[in-house]
């Protein structure tokens, strides 16, 4: 079975633009957590979806968005970029979102913004 | 507040040393999970090994052990016999559950450097 994927693998984007970071869960998970890891940190929560719907949203400002579609796959938005924003964007799925449940993360999409 | 701390910045090791990466961790929830994470340059996040806060026995899985103390707080990792494939940065993580959902609070991570 496949496991979490995500694209684009890199990206360089210019400040002020818009960016838009997909993730597909793995087959049978119905949950997607978005994190970003700032080199030199860990990875900090963004956001978590479940059956479409937030069910969770870290400290992080407006021009972040993020949805999940019926097949479960996601979309994390970023508006007004800035130099900040360049990081590693993990994207994890969960079965369900019981704290017991295992998140299996994706590879990641590195974004630079210049 | 939830908090992991992991203090060592950077280890450095010679291969066939023994290492052991710690953390210490905040909650006030009476049930969490703590996390071992290995990230290797690649970037992906690599699980290791999982714990519920009702169960403090220690485990190992070949050179890998953990100890797990709720009296300190603390949930600690050992490699034993180092070896040059050991090198990446290695996060403790805790999972709260949040009202609706729930999510993984990272350490700052430990960089793991094996030299033969």
């Known amino acids: 079975d496949a496991g979490v994927t995500q694209s684009p693998t890199h990206l360089i984007k210019t400040r002020g633009q818009h960016v838009t970071l997909r993730c597909s869960p793995i087959s049978g998970h119905k949950s997607v957590s978005w994190y970003q890891q700032v080199l030199g940190q860990g990875p900090q929560f963004i956001f978590q979806y479940y059956e479409k719907e937030e069910r969770g949203r870290g400290n992080f400002p407006d021009r972040f968005s993020a949805r999940q579609f019926p097949n479960y796959s996601s979309e994390l938005n970023v508006n007004a970029l800035l130099l900040g924003d360049s990081a590693l964007y993990l994207c994890?799925?969960?079965?369900?979102?019981?704290?017991?449940?295992?998140?299996?993360f994706g590879p990641g999409t590195r974004l630079t913004v210049l | 507040a939830q908090k992991v701390t992991q203090a060592q910045t950077e280890i450095s090791v010679v291969e066939k040393e023994d290492v052991t990466l710690d953390c210490v961790y905040e909650?006030?929830?009476?049930?969490?999970?703590l996390f071992w994470y290995k990230q290797p340059p690649s970037g992906e996040l690599v699980f290791l090994i999982r714990r519920n806060s009702f169960d403090e026995q220690n485990e190992i899985s070949g050179r890998y052990s953990w100890n797990f103390q709720k009296s300190t707080s603390s949930f600690n990792f050992t490699i034993t016999a180092s070896q040059v494939v050991d090198s990446a940065v290695y996060f403790c993580a805790l999972r709260r559950q949040m009202e609706y959902g729930n999510k993984l609070v990272f350490g700052a991570g430990t960089i793991l450097r094996v030299k033969s």
């Open positions: 909650t006030r929830d009476t049930t969490y999970y």
């Open positions: 994890a799925s969960s079965l369900g979102l019981a704290v017991y449940n295992e998140q299996f």
